[in-house]
């Protein structure tokens, strides 16, 4: 599967942005889908994963209540709507998808890879 990752920007802390990443190949709704995001200078890290059905999610600590990971499978594609976003959430956003990686936040778990997008949130 192909990914592409938009809807990054620069927004004010408190406010909120949607992500979005779509997918190519008729295989897309079988492959869960997660974000992930690096920090400048940070390794990356984890932010929120689906599964194939879009009934399964699970969140970092750090965003959860704040963020919402959800799909369309139709549309092949898949979003983070983040609100009450905090300057600690800048960094490059990027979606990825795996075949049997759900359930994990390591990013070796997940083999296919969009490019990023930056998010910046101002204090």
């Known amino acids: 599967v192909q990914l592409q990752a938009s809807g990054g920007g620069l927004v004010p802390a408190g406010g909120s942005l949607r992500l979005s990443c779509a997918g190519s190949?008729?295989?897309?709704?079988?492959?869960?889908m997660g974000w992930f995001r690096q920090a400048a200078g940070k390794e990356r890290e984890f932010v929120a994963g689906?599964?194939?059905?879009?009934?399964?999610?699970y969140y970092a600590e750090s965003v959860k209540g704040r963020f919402t990971i959800s799909r369309e499978n139709a549309k092949t594609s898949v979003y983070l709507q983040m609100d009450s976003l905090k300057p600690e959430d800048t960094a490059v956003y990027y979606c990825?998808?795996?075949?049997?990686?759900?359930?994990?936040?390591?990013?070796?778990?997940?083999?296919?890879w969009g490019q990023g997008t930056q998010v910046t949130v101002s204090s």
């Open positions: 990825a998808g795996t075949l049997t990686g759900f359930g994990s936040r390591q990013q070796q778990r997940w083999p296919y």
């Open positions: 190949g008729r295989t897309f709704s079988t492959y869960a």
């Open positions: 689906i599964d194939w059905t879009g009934n399964s999610k």
